[in-house]
């Protein structure tokens, strides 16, 4: 599911000029504030959010490591979503915030807490104060919790198992009850695709997982695509969108598409928690999002998988 394994960023943006060529909807340009834009997602969102003649502000605990985003024509802008005092300056004069950051792995649920509950609240709230219209975060399709494997809607209960679920859904509830300030949430699924090695990454983890379970994918170029139909929608008419490509496949094919063995099966119940799949329409009908790579077969014909 969404950015499950968080690492620092990476590599080019090949698909970019794919979804230039695919996308005909215009973005009208916006001062941004981004929050993880040295993440997995984040470092390849930003990129595709300057490609697309936004400005984009990157808030930054230690500027030193974050040369590349520099380099990328993002601006940096030091503080810590702990440290509340340390905020006013990042949101001053910006038109949205796109909040990325999240701590999850190895986080202990009170690390979880602090940093996706609380700093989330800490950001929004001084958001507001600075008159920030909107602020969009991004969620996981893991709020959902163990459903059997059927097609979650946006407006379905929900009930996470794991710290880092329950802090993200924790977080929406926050940011729903904000006056104020107009917030949305997209829902990730599991993001893949353009030099990640996220599905590498999560070999070990599903080892256990039946392989005949599937899971809600989609590539970073439409999480992206995602995030600008959103920018480019005045108020849309629902607060929360799932973000999933046409396919979820299951994870004997995913493990294939790098070279691994299906997982083996063993411990079926601890793979509910991650069972949800995620149900697309409300984005497709409402935001007209059509994904650049319907399927993880379509990635990889493209050498973007």
């Not at 909807?25 to 040295?38: E, R």
């Not at 994918?217 to 995030?227: K, R």
Request: with cysteine; charged share 20%; hydrophobic share 45%.
């Amino acid at each position: 599911m969404a950015e499950f394994l968080h690492s620092q960023a990476g590599e080019g943006m090949a698909v970019f000029s794919n979804a230039v060529m695919r996308t005909a909807f215009i973005v009208h340009p916006m001062n941004i504030l981004m929050t993880g834009a040295t993440g997995k997602v984040g470092s390849r969102l930003a990129k595709r959010l300057v490609a697309h003649g936004h400005s984009v502000r990157a808030l930054v605990r230690d500027p030193s490591r974050a040369a590349e985003l520099v380099d990328q024509g993002i601006t940096l802008v030091t503080g810590d979503l702990l440290e509340a005092a340390s905020l006013p300056a990042a949101v001053a004069g910006v038109d949205v915030v796109v909040h990325c950051a999240a701590f999850f792995r190895g986080a202990t649920p009170e690390e979880a807490h602090a940093v996706n509950e609380l700093g989330t609240r800490h950001l929004a709230l001084r958001a507001r104060d600075a008159a920030v219209p909107r602020f969009l975060f991004m969620s996981t399709g893991l709020v959902y919790g163990p459903n059997g494997g059927a097609l979650a809607h946006e407006d379905d209960a929900c009930a996470p198992v794991d710290a880092y679920p329950r802090s993200k859904l924790a977080a929406e509830r926050m940011l729903l009850e904000i006056e104020g300030l107009e917030v949305g949430i997209l829902r990730l699924p599991f993001v893949y695709g353009d030099g990640d090695p996220h599905i590498q990454d999560v070999v070990p983890f599903m080892r256990t997982f039946p392989p005949t379970q599937r899971m809600s994918i989609g590539h970073h170029a439409d999480v992206a695509q995602a995030v600008l139909r959103w920018l480019d929608t005045p108020s849309p008419a629902h607060r929360i969108y799932n973000v999933a490509d046409d396919d979820a496949p299951d994870l004997a094919t995913l493990f294939a598409s790098v070279g691994e063995p299906s997982p083996d099966g063993s411990d079926p119940e601890r793979a509910q928690a991650f069972a949800a799949r995620l149900d697309g329409r409300r984005i497709r009908d409402e935001l007209d999002f059509q994904p650049l790579y319907p399927t993880l077969a379509d990635a990889i014909a493209a050498g973007e998988a």
